[in-house]
């Protein structure tokens, strides 16, 4: 026979009956946390790049196959692209439907994929920092003649403090023809100031070191 439940009792006070107040309880044991490990930096690294990642890098060397195809062929010419790939992109240049256009695109992209892509992306940085310094240099020399021709000689010595092995008479002689053609609506005048403008910068950049 099985024993009897222990239970708690207590005593009426009105009547000094006992009242069964049913069986005790047992403590449940408090469940054990079990600490999950640490992952070490190898584990981490196992999962490898996200898919949103991947998907942004394919992106990103599609783009670059793109500016490929469309830069212009002597800028392209310095840049190290491998026969495979240089053969792709002159092929590119030579579809003129758009989906084989694009097509031919994603098979560069694929290209620069497999293969180290970092060595052309610097060296198209490097042709794009020109280009920006030669467009910058532009408008610079563009604002002097602006200035000459506004200006006169108020703008003359901001210029030979820049560039003092300038020849003060001859720029003087562009200058006054330069206002004398603007006046006129003729290009002449300011076109071979600018011309002459644009030889000095470049000459005195030329010797710098």
Known sequence: MSAPAQGRARTSPSRGRVCYLGPIRQPQPARTMHKQPDLTPEEDDDEGPSKSQLKREAHALLE?????VELPEGRLAALPLDDRLRDAVQLARRIHARSGRKRQIQYIGKLLRNGDPQPVIDALEAIQQEDRR???????????????????DEALSDWLAQYPGTDRQHLRQLIRQAQKDYRENRTKGPRALFRFLREVAESQTAGEP
């Open 64 to 68: 670059l196959g793109r500016t490929l």
């Open 134 to 152: 030669a467009a910058r240099a532009f408008h610079q020399l563009e604002d002097w003649r602006e200035r000459f021709i506004h200006e006169g």
